[in-house]
T-cell receptor
Framework: NAGVTQTPKFRILKIGQSMTLQCAQD?????MYWYRQDPGMGLKLIYY???????DKGEVPNGYNVSRSTTEYFPLRLELAAPSQTSVYFC??????????????FGPGTRLTVL | AQKVTQAQTEISVVEKEDVTLDCVYE???????LFWYKQPPSGELVFLIR??????QNEISGRYSWNFQKSTSSFNFTITASQVVDSAVYFC?????????????FGQGTRLTINP
């Protein structure tokens, strides 16, 4: 199993540009999440999905969009990038079931800089 | 409210010292799950341990041990004989069902530096 994979690893954007951060998991997890981590800070939830076709906002959704057409993929779209979106973005996935323990498995992260 | 507090922002010790990272949680659930994650300088998030609320046994894994105390709502993490490779940011987290969906509520993290 590759686990949770994210691409790209690094990206520099100019203000106003758009991009899509890719996330995939091969563990058949129903839940997927997007977090951002600003320098020296903790994790903030951007969006999450409880299954294919179902997404919802987290704490800091403004400036982002997501889609979940399949169980495996959960891309994060940045429209009109702003310097405030400079951060490290983590994708995560988990099962919703006591037997599986509920822990979230994280991807390696995408480091995004907006100049 | 569902909340996790890691009051220690930064800890610095000399190698081979023992160090304890504190985690205090708040939850209204009678059944809940707690986690610790490690974030080394390379940046990835590594799952360390899961503990559920109906199992108060302490856990030991090599130099790592976890002390779960429901009476004080704490889930503290101790590293014995610390090593430089233990330097990382450590996050404590609580599983919560918020607006019908399961999420992890993270503490702000404790940055641990082990000096040679």
């Amino acid at each position: 199993n590759a686990g949770v994979t994210q691409t790209p690893k690094f990206r520099i954007l100019k203000i106003g540009q758009s991009m899509t951060l890719q996330c995939a998991q091969d563990m058949n997890h129903n839940y997927m999440y997007w977090y951002r981590q600003d320098p020296g800070m903790g994790l903030k939830l951007i969006y999450y999905s409880v299954g294919a076709g179902i997404t919802d906002k987290g704490e800091v959704p403004n400036g982002y969009n997501v889609s979940r057409s399949t169980t495996e993929y959960f891309p994060l779209r940045l429209e009109l990038a702003a310097p405030s979106q400079t951060s490290v973005y983590f994708c995560a996935s988990s099962y919703d079931g006591q037997i599986h323990g509920y822990e979230q498995f994280f991807g390696p992260g995408t480091r995004l800089t907006v100049l | 409210a569902q909340k996790v507090t890691q009051a220690q922002t930064e800890i610095s010790v000399v190698e081979k010292e023992d160090v304890t990272l504190d985690c205090v949680y708040e939850t209204r659930d009678t059944t809940y799950y707690l986690f610790w994650y490690k974030q080394p300088p390379s940046g990835e998030l590594v799952f360390l341990i899961r503990r559920n609320s109906f199992d108060e046994q302490n856990e030991i894994s090599g130099r790592y041990s976890w002390n779960f105390q429901k009476s004080t709502s704490s889930f503290n993490f101790t590293i014995t004989a610390s090593q430089v490779v233990d330097s990382a940011v450590y996050f404590c987290a609580l599983r919560a069902v918020i607006q019908g969906a399961q999420k992890l509520v993270f503490g702000q993290g404790t940055r641990l530096t082990i000096n040679p």
